[in-house]
C-alpha cells in the first residue's frame, strides 16, 4: 500500500485467498478500498515450483478469471473514478447501547462478537459507575490505543471503555487498577495473527496480595477470582478497544488458543521466589506494584524438577523443543527454583538466565531452516542486523544460540504442591506501573 | 432474567476516521515497461513470484521485470526499495500476502 499511494506506482497485491476478507478490510481502513487485489490458492508455503506455476497459469479462486490476466489489467485497466479521489469517513462509536431486555442484550452482545462466547455481566451505567470510582483517573480519559496487528489502524480508548470491558469479564472494583494498566500497555492479547499467539500477564508488588491474586496452588487457573477475570477482561478489552477479533477478518489465527480465555494472567510468588521479582529486574522498586505482559504464547515445555545427575541435558531437551523464533520464559515453582540454585549454583535470575542463552543451541543448518526463522529472522539478518548478521556466517554444522540473551525471562509461580515447572515460549512486550492507574 | 429493558454501554474503542487516499494512474501499456515483482520474504512467496517473473518470460516478453525482496521483515517498512522502483520502474507486483 505505501509503495501505491506514497511513490504513485501502479501496484497489485497478490494474496492467498483465505486472505480476501482481511486483505480488503486492510486496504478499506488504509482508506484504499480500489487496491487492486488478486488472489491465488492457500497455501503457498512448502508447494513446489510447478503448483505455483499453476496457481500463476490458473483462475483467481475468488473470481474465477485468469490470475495473470487480473495482474495485468490490474495494472493497466483505468480506474472508474472511485479510488482516485480524497474522501475523508468520519467513524464513531456510540456511548451506549439500545435499551433492551436483559436477554436481548445478551444476545446482542455475543452476535456483535463482543464477547468469549462465556457469559458475560452487563454493563450497566451503575456497574461502570462502580469501577471507575476505584481508579482517581476521569472517565474520558484517553487510556492508550491498541490494534490486532501492524497493518490495521489503531483504536483508541478511555478509561470509561476500559471498565465497561471490565465489568463484563466479571471483575471487582478493585482489580480496576491493574485492569487499567493492562490497557495502558498498548498490546493486544488478541492478535490478529495466524499463529493463535495469546498473551501472558504477570503481576508483582503490593497489588497482588491487596487484591487477593493467587500466586500459590493452581495460580496459573482456574482457582482465583482476580487472576480469573483480570486475565478475562485483558482479552475482552483487547478485542473490544481495538474494534475487534473477528475470525477471518481481524483473527487469523488458524487453530485459536486456549490461553487466550484469561490470557495466562497470574502474579509472582514473591513470597516464596529465591530471586528478586520481575518488576525489580526491569526497574521497579519492591514496593511498587506493575503489570509485565508478554506476547506470542503458544509453545509449552514441561518437565518435574531438575534432576541431580543430567538436569542439563533435561533442560536443553526442552529448550530444543521450542520454536527458535519465540524466547522462553521459564516459569518456575518455588521448589524447582531452589533446586535451580541447589544443583545449577544459579543464585541469581541473571545467572540461570546466562545458562540458557548458552545452552539453548542447534545446528546453524537447522536453526535458519525454520520456517518463523526464514520469515522474520532470516530477512532481518541480510539486512545487517545483529546478532543475526554475524550468525548468517556461521556453518552448517556450527552450534548457534537459538535465542537472544535479553529476550530470555523467568518469572517464579506456584503453590509447592511439587515441583513441576514449565517453559513458556513468549515475548516480553513490558511492564507498566498498576500504581499511575488507582 | 427480567423482561424490562435496561440501557447498558457500548464497550468497543473509538475508530480513526478514514482517509482515501488516491491511487497511482494505471499504465497504458506494460510493453517496454519494467515491472518490480516485490518479494515479501514470507513462507516461500519468493518461490511463487519467481513463477510470476517466468510466465512474464514465457507470455510477455516486452515486459522487463525485475525480482525485489524486501530489504528485511514485511513489518518494516522499506523506503530504500520503494525509491528504488519510483525511479527505476513503472509499477510493481506485491507478494505474497498469505
Known amino acids: ?438 | 432474567m427480567s423482561a424490562d429493558k435496561i440501557m447498558v454501554l457500548n464497550p468497543m474503542g473509538f475508530p480513526p476516521n478514514v482517509v482515501n487516499k488516491p491511487l497511482a494512474p494505471r499504465l497504458s501499456t506494460l510493453e517496454g515497461k519494467t515491472v518490480y515483482l516485490v518479494d515479501c520474504r514470507f513462507d516461500d512467496s519468493d518461490v511463487f513470484l519467481k513463477q510470476v517473473q517466468a510466465w512474464f518470460g514465457e507470455h510477455m516478453p516486452g515486459v522487463r521485470t525485475v525480482f525485489k525482496p524486501l530489504s528485511s521483515v514485511y513489518l518494516k517498512d522499506d523506503p530504500a526499495t520503494w525509491e528504488e522502483i519510483k525511479a527505476r520502474g513503472h509499477a510493481a507486483i506485491v507478494g505474497v500476502g498469505h
Open chain 1, 1 to 438: 500500500m505505501t509503495i501505491e499511494a506514497q511513490y504513485g506506482v501502479p501496484t497489485v497485491a497478490m494474496h492467498t485467498d483465505k486472505f480476501d476478507r482481511v486483505a480488503r478490510s486492510v486496504a478499506a481502513v488504509n482508506g484504499m478500498s480500489e487496491l487492486r487485489q488478486v488472489f491465488v490458492p492457500q497455501p503457498v508455503m512448502g508447494k513446489t515450483q510447478a503448483e505455483l506455476r499453476a496457481y500463476v497459469d490458473g483462475r483467481d479462486p475468488l473470481t474465477g478469471r485468469p490470475v495473470m490476466q487480473e495482474v495485468v489489467e490490474g495494472l493497466t485497466a483505468p480506474f472508474d473514478g472511485r479510488g482516485v479521489g480524497t474522501i475523508e469517513y468520519d467513524r464513531s462509536t456510540p456511548r451506549l447501547v439500545e435499551a433492551d431486555t436483559e436477554e436481548n442484550l445478551h444476545r446482542l452482545f455475543m452476535e456483535s462478537r463482543w464477547t468469549d462466547y462465556l457469559p458475560i455481566v452487563l454493563p450497566t451505567e451503575e456497574r461502570v459507575a462502580a469501577m471507575l470510582a476505584a481508579t482517581r483517573r476521569k472517565p474520558d480519559e484517553v487510556v492508550g490505543r491498541m490494534r490486532p496487528t501492524h497493518f490495521r489502524e489503531a483504536w483508541e480508548y478511555t478509561v470509561e471503555k476500559v471498565a465497561v470491558n471490565a465489568v463484563m469479564a466479571g471483575a471487582r472494583p478493585e482489580y480496576f487498577p491493574v485492569i487499567l494498566a493492562l490497557a495502558a500497555t498498548g498490546v493486544s492479547a488478541r492478535g490478529s495473527t495466524t499463529s493463535s499467539m495469546a498473551a501472558m500477564a504477570v503481576v508483582n508488588g503490593p497489588i497482588r496480595n491487596e487484591i487477593k491474586m493467587n500466586a500459590g496452588t493452581g495460580a496459573l487457573a482456574p482457582y482465583n477470582h482476580a487472576n480469573a477475570t483480570i486475565g478475562r477482561a485483558y482479552g475482552l478489552l483487547s478485542q473490544n478497544l481495538q474494534g475487534g477479533s473477528v475470525p477471518g477478518l481481524t483473527y487469523m489465527g488458524s487453530q485459536g488458543n486456549n490461553y487466550a480465555y484469561n490470557s495466562i494472567t497470574f502474579p509472582e510468588n514473591e513470597e516464596r521466589s529465591p530471586w528478586e521479582p520481575f518488576h525489580v529486574q526491569h526497574g521497579f522498586r519492591p514496593t511498587d506494584s506493575t503489570v509485565s505482559v508478554f506476547s506470542g504464547c503458544r509453545a509449552t515445555a514441561y518437565t518435574l524438577g531438575i534432576r541431580e545427575k543430567h538436569w542439563r541435558e533435561h533442560v536443553r531437551n526442552m529448550l530444543r523443543g521450542m520454536d527458535p523464533h519465540i524466547p522462553p520464559v521459564f516459569v518456575i515453582d518455588p521448589i524447582t527454583a531452589r533446586q535451580f540454585i541447589d544443583r545449577g549454583g544459579f543464585t541469581k535470575k541473571d545467572a540461570l538466565i546466562d545458562w540458557v542463552y548458552e545452552n539453548a543451541r542447534m545446528p546453524a543448518a537447522e536453526f535458519w531452516d525454520y520456517q518463523l526463522v526464514q520469515n522474520y529472522i532470516y530477512p532481518r539478518a541480510t539486512f545487517g542486523e545483529e546478532p543475526w548478521a554475524t550468525k548468517l556466517k556461521a556453518a552448517p554444522d556450527e552450534m548457534v544460540q537459538m535465542f537472544k540473551r535479553e529476550d530470555i525471562h523467568v518469572v517464579v509461580v506456584g503453590g509447592e504442591t511439587n515441583g513441576y515447572w514449565r517453559i513458556v515460549g513468549a515475548t516480553y512486550a513490558k511492564t507498566v506501573s498498576v500504581d499511575d492507574w488507582r
